[in-house]
């Protein structure tokens, strides 16, 4: 009788034993199989869930973009580029004390590719007295379209130009003087239309100012090509300022273009625009390392209830699968005592004990594999596919047999070892 057909009849003559032995093999297994697929389950979630949240942030980034310009059109003018003599403490006042520079300082700084600023609005202001207004005493800015920085995308203006023959009131001026939108008036002698009349801003000049055409101001104050300032917006966007702070020195940029000039800046809107964009980036970034760590917990979690779940089952299969051999080897002395008498070999019994222990090791590893993935699929309610890393069903094949082999090694061996006169005797 050959090696495998004594398997065989074993396995179908002690099916109780056998299955026993098979449920233990499927046990360990599964939980194994099923331990590491709710891992890989666990893993692909997270992987899903951090994905959803960055393209979130992302979404927030562009849409947070979206607001930046918004504040920034808000916000206004925040850096000024004025005559190096001026008076920081006297930067609002009209005139700048008489201070003046040639208005082609604008298309230099334009063209000079500095990308830390934006929006270039030349300026000239003084204070004047309307003669035909019952001499009142106002602010009279001439300014012009914003002028484009070289490299840059065009960009809508914060500050439309006044059309020639047309003047912008501040709001107090035109309280003062009972003008409203649409009057004819007249302006140092020019005939002039009130064009718009500006909202009250508080705290400012702009309340008192009269606004004109550039060259129109220049003609009247007699000071053609000349302006006191140039107003312009610093650009605080990543990729214009990667330091720390997000606002560089710009004025040594800016010196080295108009070296007889000055740049100040008006430091609390920068800041209020900084912090907002910092504070808008540091909690998507908290929220998506808040969920990192939470799965990185859960995994934990599960990690370590495995660890010590797996072993236990494992070990487990492994002394069961001992004792169903040895109950096995009691129970059948004397079958195994007439076949060394017929004269079997001791390795055959052996290889029939093993053989046996190889079957229920494959059929665990088949069997268990199936039930550990049905518990995956059910736990983390993910597809087959998503679940089966094929590495790990491999060894898993190969780690099975090897068990149900090592748990029946001893039993295995004491059968093969008796010897068939003191068995038979005893019989």
């Given at each position: 009788?050959?090696?495998?057909?004594?398997?065989?009849?074993?396995?179908?003559?002690?099916?109780?034993?056998?299955?026993?032995?098979?449920?233990?093999?499927?046990?360990?297994?599964?939980?194994?199989?099923?331990?590491?697929?709710?891992?890989?389950?666990?893993?692909?979630?997270?992987?899903?869930?951090?994905?959803?949240?960055?393209?979130?942030?992302?979404?927030?980034?562009?849409?947070?973009?979206?607001?930046?310009?918004?504040?920034?059109?808000?916000?206004?003018?925040?850096?000024?580029?004025?005559?190096?003599?001026?008076?920081?403490?006297?930067?609002?006042?009209?005139?700048?004390?008489?201070?003046?520079?040639?208005?082609?300082?604008?298309?230099?700084?334009?063209?000079?590719?500095?990308l830390t600023i934006d929006h270039l609005l030349?300026?000239?202001?003084?204070?004047?007295?309307?003669?035909?207004?019952?001499?009142?005493?106002?602010?009279?800015?001439?300014?012009?379209?914003?002028?484009?920085?070289?490299?840059?995308?065009?960009?809508?203006?914060?500050?439309?130009?006044?059309?020639?023959?047309?003047?912008?009131?501040?709001?107090?001026?035109?309280?003062?003087?009972?003008?409203?939108?649409?009057?004819?008036?007249?302006?140092?002698?020019?005939?002039?239309?009130?064009?718009?009349?500006?909202?009250?801003?508080?705290?400012?000049?702009?309340?008192?100012?009269?606004?004109?055409?550039?060259?129109?101001?220049?003609?009247?104050?007699?000071?053609?090509?000349?302006?006191?300032?140039?107003?312009?917006?610093?650009?605080?966007?990543?990729?214009?300022?990667?330091?720390?702070?997000?606002?560089?020195?710009?004025?040594?940029?800016?010196?080295?273009?108009?070296?007889?000039?000055?740049?100040?800046?008006?430091?609390?809107?920068?800041?209020?625009?900084?912090?907002?964009?910092?504070?808008?980036?540091?909690?998507?970034?908290?929220n998506l390392e808040r969920e990192k760590k939470?799965?990185?917990?859960?995994?934990?979690?599960?990690?370590?209830?495995?660890?010590?779940?797996?072993?236990?089952?494992?070990?487990?299969?492994?002394?069961?699968?001992?004792?169903?051999?040895?109950?096995?080897?009691?129970?059948?002395?004397?079958?195994?005592?007439?076949?060394?008498?017929?004269?079997?070999?001791?390795?055959?019994?052996?290889?029939v004990f093993l053989g046996k222990a190889l079957?229920?090791?494959?059929?665990?590893?088949?069997?268990?594999?199936?039930?550990?993935?049905?518990?995956?699929?059910?736990?983390?309610?993910?597809?087959?596919?998503?679940?089966?890393?094929?590495?790990?069903?491999?060894?898993?094949?190969?780690?099975?047999?090897?068990?149900?082999?090592?748990?029946?090694?001893?039993?295995?061996?004491?059968?093969?070892?008796?010897?068939?006169?003191?068995?038979?005797?005893?019989?």
């Amino acid at each position: 009788m050959t090696i495998p057909r004594l398997i065989l009849r074993e396995l179908f003559y002690r099916r109780v034993n056998s299955l026993l032995g098979l449920l233990a093999m499927i046990a360990a297994v599964a939980c194994l199989v099923g331990t590491m697929a709710v891992l890989r389950g666990h893993d692909v979630q997270t992987g899903r869930i951090l994905d959803v949240q960055q393209a979130e942030i992302e979404k927030a980034s562009k849409q947070l973009g979206d607001d930046y310009r918004k504040i920034v059109l808000k916000l206004g003018f925040n850096v000024f580029i004025v005559p190096d003599d001026v008076d920081p403490d006297k930067l609002h006042e009209a005139g700048l004390g008489g201070k003046e520079m040639p208005q082609e300082y604008v298309h230099q700084l334009a063209n000079a590719g500095i990308l830390t600023i934006d929006h270039l609005l030349p300026s000239l202001s003084a204070s004047i007295v309307w003669p035909e207004q019952n001499n009142a005493q106002v602010i009279l800015t001439g300014i012009r379209g914003e002028v484009a920085v070289a490299g840059k995308k065009r960009k809508r203006p914060l500050i439309q130009p006044v059309e020639p023959g047309e003047i912008v009131l501040g709001a107090k001026v035109a309280e003062r003087l009972g003008l409203k939108e649409g009057d004819q008036t007249k302006l140092l002698g020019r005939d002039v239309k009130v064009a718009k009349v500006e909202q009250q801003v508080r705290g400012t000049n702009n309340d008192n100012t009269v606004w004109i055409d550039l060259t129109a101001a220049q003609e009247l104050l007699k000071k053609e090509g000349k302006i006191t300032a140039i107003q312009a917006i610093n650009c605080l966007a990543p990729h214009c300022h990667p330091d720390e702070s997000g606002i560089p020195a710009i004025d040594e940029e800016v010196a080295r273009v108009l070296p007889d000039t000055q740049v100040l800046i008006d430091m609390g809107k920068a800041r209020t625009r900084i912090e907002a964009r910092k504070r808008a980036a540091a909690e998507a970034t908290a929220n998506l390392e808040r969920e990192k760590k939470t799965r990185g917990e859960i995994k934990g979690q599960l990690v370590r209830f495995s660890s010590i779940l797996v072993p236990l089952v494992i070990v487990g299969a492994g002394v069961w699968i001992a004792l169903m051999l040895l109950i096995n080897l009691r129970e059948r002395r004397g079958e195994i005592g007439i076949l060394r008498a017929l004269g079997v070999k001791a390795k055959a019994i052996l290889a029939v004990f093993l053989g046996k222990a190889l079957v229920l090791g494959i059929g665990g590893a088949v069997l268990g594999s199936v039930v550990g993935l049905l518990i995956g699929m059910t736990y983390t309610d993910m597809a087959l596919g998503e679940l089966v890393e094929p590495t790990s069903l491999v060894l898993v094949f190969f780690a099975a047999p090897l068990l149900a082999i090592i748990a029946s090694w001893i039993p295995a061996m004491l059968a093969a070892q008796q010897d068939p006169a003191v068995v038979l005797s005893e019989e």
